[in-house]
């Protein structure tokens, strides 16, 4: 087995149990190995510290698998690790009943770089690592061994970031056979999963208890939904008893997604929502001109910020939504905003918006910080990453 031996001072983040090393950290590789290995990882003075898989064209050069350096990544070690994960997820009570669930997330499973949801009886596998990506059939038969009831594997490795791993997108049957329909419940809401063709595996499964709290808050409300996608929040709302809803997306695709997720629906007051095919940032100043006012404002824009070059760019972007959404948000009412953006942390992105409520003259309180759900726990020395950040705020 190759060695990475990390530079003087480097192995302390190794001993935090950090799961990423990154290239400037590394002082050399000795040995043979692939892009996508495994390799032990040394300090300087050459005492072993980790097993990790290895990407030599990504600025993470190494991702730990186990922290345990002489123990073996092998056919066993996935098995264990996915059937942990399972059996945490059907141990939690928030979870139970919930047809929508991601069944493993990255690092703080241990699997770095790999992602699962379940729809139903159908898995959907998203790899981001090169070192994932030798061990895909090894996890594919995991999930089966801990998901009796499965009738598909389908992958959906085809996000531009498997590009920094030197990866092509992959995406297709894996196991099983894959349903015509996938559909989900979610707190008395269908919705039908696009497993093909839908945003990232298909849904948004970490916005699930934020869709929930709009349902509890949207009685009699007038909601303005913007980035609406397949309509996640337009449906809870409706479900809650708002007395309009308007939802909004440049996407033609997704507002017929939308379109259909009504129709599974048909108990729903489908006479008080609004689909409109628009750009947000223009609407949310048409709107403000013409007038339109609401007590529910939702922004849940896509990331704005891939990488840190773009930082600067999505804060502007940030700024423009909040400031003109905060516009239309009628005294006493509510925005709901949330940045998926890697580079912008919780409380850079509290600010930004606090920025905005002063620009605006509008004071306020935050009345609850969003993240994602009990599905989606974020590992203990693991870096944030494009994890779910949002706000909910009583705008005066």
């Not at 708002?242 to 997704?254: F, G, I, L, M, T």
């Not at 896509?302 to 600067?312: C, D, E, L, Q, W």
Request: aromatic share 8%.
């Amino acid at each position: 087995m190759a060695d990475l031996i990390l530079k003087p001072g480097k192995e302390r983040a190794v001993q935090a149990r950090h799961p990423w090393i990154f290239a400037q950290s590394v002082a050399k590789v000795v040995g043979r190995v692939e892009n996508g290995g495994t390799v032990r990882v040394c300090a300087h003075d050459g005492t072993p510290l980790a097993r990790a898989g290895i990407s030599f064209t990504s600025g993470i050069r190494a991702r730990i698998w186990r922290f345990e350096p002489d123990q073996p990544v092998d056919h066993a070690f996935f098995r264990r690790r996915v059937a942990q994960a399972v059996a945490w997820r059907a141990r939690h009570p928030t979870l139970a009943g919930q047809s929508g669930v991601r069944l493993v997330h990255g690092e703080a499973d241990g699997l770095p770089g790999v992602i699962v949801d379940r729809y139903g009886s159908v898995a959907v596998l998203q790899i981001t690592f090169a070192g994932a990506e030798r061990w895909r059939d090894a996890i594919v038969e995991a999930l089966v061994r801990a998901c009796p009831d499965l009738c598909a594997v389908y992958e959906r490795s085809d996000s531009e970031v498997r590009q920094r791993e030197g990866l092509a997108p992959r995406a297709g049957l894996l196991w099983g056979t894959l349903p015509e329909t996938v559909t989900i419940d979610e707190y008395g809401v269908r919705f039908a999963v696009d497993i093909a063709e839908g945003h990232k595996t298909g849904f948004y499964l970490d916005q699930r208890e934020n869709r929930r709290l709009v349902q509890q808050l949207a009685s009699g409300m007038r909601v303005l939904n913007t980035f609406c996608y397949t309509g996640g929040f337009s449906l809870h709302a409706l479900k809650g008893g708002a007395a309009e809803v308007w939802s909004v997306d440049s996407s033609a695709p997704a507002l017929a997604g939308l379109t259909k997720n009504l129709a599974l629906n048909a108990e729903l007051p489908t006479d008080r929502s609004r689909v409109l095919e628009a750009d947000v940032f223009s609407g949310l100043r048409e709107w403000f001109q013409a007038g339109e006012r609401f007590d529910l404002v939702i922004l849940d824009p896509p990331k704005f910020a891939p990488s840190a070059a773009h930082v600067p760019k999505a804060k502007r972007a940030y700024r423009d939504i909040n400031l003109f959404g905060m516009r239309l948000v009628r005294p006493g009412g509510y925005l709901m905003t949330y940045s998926c953006s890697g580079g912008i942390g919780v409380e850079e992105f509290q600010a930004l918006v606090a920025t905005c409520a002063a620009e605006n003259r509008r004071s306020g309180q935050i009345v609850a910080r969003l993240s994602a759900g009990a599905d989606h726990p974020i590992g203990l020395g693991a870096p944030e990453g494009e994890y779910l950040k949002g706000l909910l705020v009583r705008l005066d």
